[in-house]
């Protein structure tokens, strides 16, 4: 399950789950949920966390590679930043 995925991806990047669900501007409660399974997780998540973690939406279906950049000292700033910088890069290519 792509729930499953995402939590995998968070601990990869060293995030933690108030951190992700700040940048997400969702409840941490919903975000913890979505992590569990316990959640649907829609389009507009999945393109945010897919610019976050510098992957696609395949990575999260289908369990392909990913190489995760530590994150964990990251402010809300950095991660706004750090996402719009690989929304940018994606439109590019």
């Known amino acids: 399950m792509i729930n499953s995925e995402i939590k995998k ?6 995030l933690s789950c108030t951190q992700v669900a700040e940048y997400l501007e969702v409840d941490l409660k919903v975000y913890l949920l979505m992590e569990n399974e316990n959640q649907m997780v829609n389009g507009e998540i999945i393109e945010k966390l897919c610019f976050l973690y510098g992957c696609n939406e395949k990575t999260l279906y289908f369990k392909e590679s990913f190489t995760p950049c530590w994150m964990k000292d990251f402010t809300l700033k950095q991660l706004q930043h750090t996402a719009t910088a690989r929304k940018l890069y994606a439109q590019l290519r």
């Open 9 to 14: 991806m968070r601990m990869a990047s060293g």
